[in-house]
């Protein structure tokens, strides 16, 4: 169940300070503002939708409950509160007979009493929860001030502003409103140019314009993006103890070009949780299913798949509740919830939407888990079209020659009855042939092939033999120690039957399948293993005498490297010795397929098989003839077009992949899960949404597909407002409802209930239009506004839930490390690609999981954007998490910001950040004029987006002689500090003054004001 939250005020506090739901003027108490989050607080955990679990029998989480007849009384009796039992429990003077029990931790308030006895004088008027009620589109509020509003927002605020009794502020000046808006639209301040333009631009649409470019801005995708990551959980590893690395960033990229493209949010919604149930999918719409792919995977041995089956779909769901439906239905998934109208059947039925995947409870450690989907980038595409197009060439040539190949083949095979005998098997891929003619193993000794072709298990590879055994167990070809159930590659006889082994560690970590039917003794058979190089069972196939055989996978657990220093044992190795004799053995760096199988079981001369009938007989002809004999001009244009078929598979296997949602084709049974433990199933369910919400719309899919037009229907009364008021937190720092992942009872009341339904309606009316419904709020009067504070402004709103003044919050953390390399010069941009390392202390990742230790980049990939750093989730970025970023374990959707002494250390001593010093100071030296004063008033404006005023000049200006008279002589203390980072410094600059000024450029950097949205 999710933490009980406790309340750190009052209901009174809230009214006293005008940060609750209502004045502190007396009125009518309103249920669902007033009443309901007492009940919810002090009440519902054991008279709530669980309390029948708890064998009692009064519930107050309903109108229905609350009003019921109880043997001759009613805990309300709406109009008399002296007949209500709640009015006299609460109230008792007995303190054994008093609620909440003396026990209980739970305690009421006067304040709190006096209004449950008002609200039941009133009449005890019931509301359904707010949240539960569709929004309806409010009317405007009328306002005093009616000069102030620029668009609707602004009537929602300054009524309330007005009844408080409060004015808004100002608004910001040009400079810094330029500077805000581009840090919430773009996660980049402006550039000088930019904040130029815009101050020497008077017209009355100038802001406007800022607004409309910041949004095309491809960095506005990257900003977006960077929040839907957290929700997502999205991490370049699985987690848990190996934590080995995964692949999901081309989903990633797929996020960025959604909100770049203003992708509708529906379509957005839509597409991530079913995108691979819409009508003739594209890659596209696959890929985006990543989003439910993205939660940690366990790779350990010794795991219990069914468990953390279980847990991959809750994780599912709790995510998708948490973020479209601002519900926290984890509760549910051990009993009923305890303050909101979910059921545990609630829970489970909407379980088993994602309860149908066919993953695995055992995530590879390294690597992707199927289902997985190839993902490659635009320019992966590209050349693979120009492949694809000089293979259609290549084949076009060839089959050009047909008449003359024919004509060719005829003649050669005519020739053979005459020729000396010749054989031929398939040479494609081969690596290793050893022919031991005439070998014979009696069961003593192995033959040693070397240590050719050391295969691994991402590759794929095959083993071809002549055996004719005379005993019924014995190893055939093996790689690895020569010992029983040891790591590497083993291909025997176990009591007749054919026995493969690929094996990292026995028993947990390893492969082994056998054929159903044993094969005769003293026989020859050809055999012919196969390994895709998948690190699944299903990756394998045996041929006896060129027919595939049914196999019995006796473990599929393989999860780790198998490849072996040993040499390569023929008739030994594996701690067992072959009886018999072994022929002809190949090694292929491909896995054949069944017809090259057919052909290799034919070991008979070319001129014996010419007159044989048959497919295989056909084959084997017509590739010999092409391999060998036919005329060069056949044989170029055949080996060419081989070898870009080659090419092209071989580029498509290199293309990155993203691990995506798939339906099995035989759904998977659901079960209620008695205290949410994997292996007690209880009564069966099938899927299905809360009672207490909306039904389904009407023809929806019984899937995943149906769930998310579910999400986006118009008639769900929590979607859009969960999504509007996370965009509302963006850029004031808090949620109209502060608890933005609980829109439940045990959430906060909205400080705007109308202008929350109004965000939430016009999003829906502009089609869901996710641009549209942020430029209606940063173009408002209420974001435009000063964030200066005055000291009783500070004591009666100091989380500015009012909003009567404009908002100053800290820099998210990627903003504040993207905010220095983008003043510094240093930043380089690009959109999408592979994860990237910047600088990060050495050892941490050794110290906290073991492994290898983290190796950062060189060149670019340390001075990109931070939403491309690599993150490892069991040790995620330091500097990252020292500014509040969210860990990525499990979904995020609340902003957090601390005030620590390590985010000053970190940024006064991290490299990344002296390094941004040290080239902003170049900057200041090239750029900024002659004098020092100048050079520093112009590093200033380049950070802060503001000309400094002269006291501020003056103390960076005494800082800076200081810190030159200091380096010129220590030059050796200024070379250490220049050569902070890999970027090359300016050979041309004196070293003491760089140093200097890098020394200012360093306390401009550590500014509050650098580091805040203001």
Not at 176 to 189: A, W, Y
Not at 310 to 337: F, I, K, P, Q
Request: glycine share 8%; aromatic share 8%.
């Amino acid at each position: 169940m999710a933490k009980r939250r406790m309340r750190l005020l009052s209901i009174f506090a809230g009214f006293v300070s005008g940060l609750g739901l209502c004045a502190s003027a007396p009125g009518a108490v309103e249920f669902n503002r007033d009443i309901r989050p007492i009940l919810s607080d002090r009440c519902f955990s054991c008279h709530g939708p669980d309390a029948a679990s708890k064998k009692i029998q009064l519930r107050l989480d309903s109108e229905t409950a609350m009003m019921a007849d109880l043997g001759g009384r009613r805990a309300v009796v709406p109009g008399d509160p002296a007949k209500s039992v709640l009015i006299q429990r609460i109230s008792h003077e007995k303190a054994a007979l008093r609620m909440p029990p003396a026990y209980s931790p739970f305690k009421l308030s006067d304040r709190e009493i006096e209004l449950l006895k008002q609200w039941v004088t009133e009449g005890a008027q019931w509301q359904k929860h707010w949240s539960l009620n569709p929004p309806a589109r409010p009317e405007l509020p009328r306002v005093r001030d009616a000069a102030w509003p620029r668009n609707a927002v602004d009537h929602f605020v300054l009524s309330k502003l007005e009844r408080e009794g409060l004015q808004p502020n100002p608004a910001i000046d040009k400079a810094g409103l330029l500077r805000r808006v581009s840090l919430d639209l773009t996660g980049l301040p402006p550039t000088l140019a930019e904040l130029d333009a815009f101050l020497s631009d008077n017209a009355a649409t100038a802001y406007e314009r800022q607004v409309d470019r910041l949004l095309a801005s491809p960095r506005y995708g990257e900003r977006m993006a960077a929040r839907w990551l957290d929700v997502a959980r999205y991490a370049d590893t699985n987690g848990y103890q190996t934590d080995g690395e995964r692949s999901m960033w081309r989903w990633r990229d797929w996020v960025i070009r959604a909100f770049n493209s203003n992708m509708p949010f529906d379509r957005f919604t839509i597409e991530q949780i079913a995108g691979d149930l819409l009508p003739n999918p594209t890659r596209d719409q696959i890929i985006a299913t990543g989003f439910n792919r993205n939660h940690r995977g366990n790779g350990e041995g010794g795991i219990v798949p069914e468990e953390y089956m279980v847990e991959y779909a809750a994780d599912r769901l709790e995510t998708m509740s948490t973020v479209w439906l601002g519900v926290t239905m984890g509760c549910s998934r051990c009993h009923n919830h305890k303050y909101d109208p979910l059921t545990q059947k609630d829970y489970y039925s909407l379980f088993a939407y994602f309860n149908n995947i066919p993953d695995r409870g055992r995530y590879f450690k390294f690597g992707n888990t199927p289902p997985f989907e190839p993902a490659p980038t635009p320019d992966q595409e590209q050349r693979l079209a120009q492949l694809e197009s000089r293979l259609a060439e290549a084949k076009q040539r060839f089959d050009g020659m047909k008449t003359r190949m024919e004509t060719g083949q005829r003649e050669w095979q005519r020739s053979l009855a005459a020729a000396r005998p010749v054989e031929w098997s398939v040479s494609d891929g081969l690596k290793l042939h050893v022919p031991l003619s005439g070998k014979q193993f009696d069961g003593t000794a192995a033959h040693d092939a070397g240590k050719a072709s050391p295969f691994g298990y991402t590759n794929s590879f095959s083993i071809s033999a002549w055996i004719y055994p005379t005993a019924a167990s014995g190893s055939i070809v093996t790689r690895g120690k020569d010992a029983v159930e040891e790591s590497g590659i083993v291909l025997a006889l176990d009591n007749g039957k054919l026995r493969w082994d690929l094996a990292a560690r026995w028993l947990d970590d390893a492969l082994r399948v056998e054929t159903k039917e044993t094969i005769s003794l003293h026989q020859w058979h050809h055999i012919l293993a196969t390994y895709s190089g998948t690190k699944l069972a299903e990756g394998i196939r045996i041929y006896i005498d060129g027919k595939e055989a049914p196999l019995n996978i006796n473990l599929d657990e393989l999860n780790q490297e198998f490849r072996s220093g040993e040499p390569w044992r023929i008739g030994g190795g594996g701690g067992s010795l072959y009886k018999g004799r072994i022929e002809d053995v190949r090694l292929y760096a491909r896995a054949l397929g069944a017809g090259e199988a057919e052909m290799q079981a034919l070991r008979k001369p070319l001129h014996e098989v010419a007159t044989m009938h048959g497919k295989a007989a056909q084959s084997k002809l017509h590739f010999a003839y092409l391999e060998d004999h036919a005329d060069a001009d056949v044989r170029e244009a055949w080996k060419h077009y081989r070898d870009l078929r080659y090419q092209r598979d071989a580029y498509v296997a290199s293309f990155p992949t993203v691990m995506v949602m798939r339906e099995m084709a035989k759904p998977r049974e659901t079960f209620l899960l008695l205290r949410g433990a994997y292996d007690k199933p209880g009564e069966r369910v099938s899927r299905n949404v809360p009672a207490a919400l909306h039904p389904l719309p009407g023809g929806a899919p019984a899937n995943r597909l149906g769930l998310a037009q579910w999400l986006v229907d118009p008639a769900n009364p929590l979607t859009a407002r969960a999504i509007v008021n996370r965009f509302w937190q963006m850029y004031f720092g808090t949620g109209i409802v502060k608890t933005v992942e609980d829109l439940g009872a045990q959430g906060e009341w909205p400080s705007h209930p109308e202008l929350l339904d109004w965000l939430a309606t016009e999003f829906v009316r502009t089609g869901w239009d996710v641009k549209a419904i942020q430029k209606a709020i940063v173009m408002s009067a209420t974001y435009q506004q000063s964030s200066r504070v005055s000291p009783d402004l500070v004591q009666r709103d100091p989380e500015n839930r009012l909003l009567a003044r404009g908002p100053r919050v800290r820099l998210p953390a990627e903003t504040v490390r993207d905010q220095a390399l983008a003043v510094s010069g240093l930043l380089k941009e690009r959109i999408g690609g592979p994860s990237v390392k910047p600088y990060q202390p050495a050892g941490l990742w050794t110290e906290l999981t073991g492994g290898e230790d983290y190796k950062r980049d060189a060149g670019d990939g340390l001075y990109r954007r931070s939403l491309y750093t690599f993150w490892k989730r069991t040790s995620p970025p330091p500097a990252m998490m020292n500014f509040d970023a969210a860990g990525r374990e499990t979904c995020i959707v609340r902003e957090n910001r601390t005030n620590t002494p390590l985010q000053a250390l970190n940024l006064m001593n991290d490299v990344t950040y002296l390094e941004a010093a040290r080239k902003l100071a170049e900057r200041m030296m090239k750029e900024g004029g002659r004098a020092p004063s100048e050079r520093i008033a112009y590093g200033y404006r380049l950070t802060t987006s503001r000309v400094p005023r002269p006291r501020e000049i003056e103390v960076l200006l005494g800082n800076y002689r200081n810190r030159l008279d200091y380096y010129q002589t220590n030059p050796e203390a200024a070379r250490m500090l220049l050569k902070q980072g890999d970027s090359p410094r300016d050979e041309s600059l004196d070293a003491s003054e760089v140093a200097a000024f890098a020394n200012v450029a360093s306390l401009i950097l550590n500014l509050d004001e650098t580091i805040t949205k203001q």
